[in-house]
């Protein structure tokens, strides 16, 4: 069995999520203690703990001292994944991309093809957005050769959730990321929604994102009946070229307004642009389980390695025989699986 210490590194709920995708993919035993120690409500909260669900009902683990805000667990896989249909439900408004990044990885290894059913909350503070898992992170996998397809079937937000989408997923082993060069010009796209609000705020996100961003297809609509559920919003960016994948994004948020947070989105994805990344830093920390489960050769640049990325590559050498470098690289930073 593997003890691992929540409060490694960053310490937050990534590394909860990806220990147990970890231990599920190598069938290795796993003690977790100190879980999110740091935060300021430590432990599981409900979408952690519907993740971990999730995967251990995958490969039939066996679980102690899981519940809700608990600070220590432990699962112990006892079947290779199986695949197949699975439902999850985070029960408030607890991210589903977050619980998804715990899964994708576990289901890519399935004996069988998945379809997984998610409730909660699309676009929500401090997680991907629904438009971001699609565009930016789906993206990339499908460079590595991976086949998944989402689809969105309602939006949901803080506080009532309620959102749901479905995945659909086959087996299969990621091939090398290799992103060598510097990219030299980008598609720019994106979406300002909202749902249960005048259009106005939509396009006010849009408008301030797109003084930062230049030319690029930016669209603002209001969410049509039966497509959300409560009052919310987001405005998502993304850039794709033959040498990248960047995205950013912000969570529409009572008091905050709605230039402010389109101009946010807009400033990131700008860094971005201007540094010559092929990553954006969220991506970069994503998508590092998929370099370790891939054959060695994948390489791009970032502009920053985040903590999560770090606690990332820590983790993943205490369960894969698999070596993630990362080093300057000019005014970024190259990462490597050799």
Known sequence: MIEIDGAHGEGGGQLVRTAVALSALTGTPLALRNVRAGRSRPGLAPQHLAAVRAVAALCDARCEGLALR????????????????????????????????????????????????????????????????????????????????????????????????????????????????RPASWRIAGEAHVAHLPLSIAERMRDAALEHVGSAQLVARVLGPGEALGTGGAVTLWAEGDAGVLGAARVAERGVRAETLGAAAGRELAAELASGANLDVHAADQVLVYLALAPTGSSFAVREVSSHARTTIWLLEQFLDARIGVAPEGALWRVRRD
């Not at 695949?83 to 619980?99: I, K, Y």
Request: with cysteine.
């Open 70 to 181: 608990a600070g220590a667990f432990t699962f112990e896989p006892r079947a290779r994944p199986a695949g197949g249909e699975l439902r999850a439900d985070v029960g408030t408004a607890g991210s589903v991309t977050l619980v998804l990044q715990a899964l994708l990885p576990v289901l890519l290894a399935a004996r069988a093809p998945s379809r997984v059913v998610v409730t909660g909350g699309t676009d929500v503070r401090q997680a991907p957005t629904w438009d971001y898992f699609c565009e930016v992170l789906l993206r990339v996998l499908a460079r590595m050769g991976l086949r998944v397809r989402a689809t969105l079937e309602r939006r949901g937000y803080y506080p009532r959730g309620g959102g749901e989408v479905v995945l659909e997923v086959e087996p299969g082993v990621p091939a090398p990321l290799e992103m060598r060069e």
